[in-house]
């Protein structure tokens, strides 16, 4: 299956100061919700062809105990070397509509049935970000805006482990995404093919480092 990128989250017990840096960079903030039955709430950052996502525990017991506990959010905040990430994904056409890899099917109490994602099953393996795929959204036309922060040109994701398990080596072939094995958690993200040629180093606010 052909898979591109959706958004990236990364996951936060400081939100506030988090969202407030991307915004005071000049980033779109666009609308937050919460997620009834996850336990989360967002900041959400829109571009024309994805978004970057901003998550954080709202309520640890609602998320512990709800359908989404298996995603283990208050456990990755609480984890020494757990990843902050997860990686949403779509399919790039209708030729294959089986998932892309193995995993279980979470039924968020946000979404109206049969509407699900599919969750990969490193979904164990807190060192490795979450990765989700969105069967009921077909083929995205996704336009990259020409302007500053206007569009995601790649992500690059680093994972501090000697090797990937099979989830992370399928999302490797999707548009847009990087996934390497580093020496940290760490997400730089290119927007707008880096053409103005500058940089900025989030940590340690955020492990992210943005390009435009």
């Known amino acids: 299956m052909d898979l591109e990128l959706d958004h990236v989250f990364i996951l936060t017990d400081k939100p506030k100061a988090a969202g407030d840096l991307l915004v005071s960079m000049g980033l779109n903030e666009s609308f937050s919700r919460d997620h009834k039955g996850q336990g989360t709430s967002n900041r959400r950052f829109a571009f024309s062809n994805g978004m970057l996502e901003i998550l954080y525990v709202r309520d640890s017991e609602e998320s512990k105990n709800g359908p989404a506990k298996k995603l283990r959010f208050p456990e990755r905040i609480q984890t020494e070397n757990a990843s902050p990430f997860g990686i949403v994904l779509t399919r790039t056409n209708d030729s294959k509509l089986g998932m892309p890899f193995g995993g279980w099917k979470y039924q968020p109490d946000y979404f109206e049935p049969p509407n699900a994602f599919h969750v990969g099953e490193n979904s164990e393996i807190l060192e490795e970000p979450l990765c989700i795929y969105v069967p009921f959204i077909g083929p995205v036309n996704r336009i990259e805006e020409i302007g500053t922060f206007k569009s995601i040109s790649n992500v690059q994701l680093s994972v501090p482990l000697e090797k990937m398990s099979d989830t992370l080596l399928t999302l ?38 943005i390009h435009w």
């Open 172 to 209: 490797q072939s999707a548009d847009r995404l990087d996934i390497e094995l580093g020496r940290e958690h760490m997400v730089v993200l290119t927007l707008d093919n880096g053409r103005k040629g500058l940089s900025k180093d989030l940590r340690p606010v955020l492990p992210l480092m």
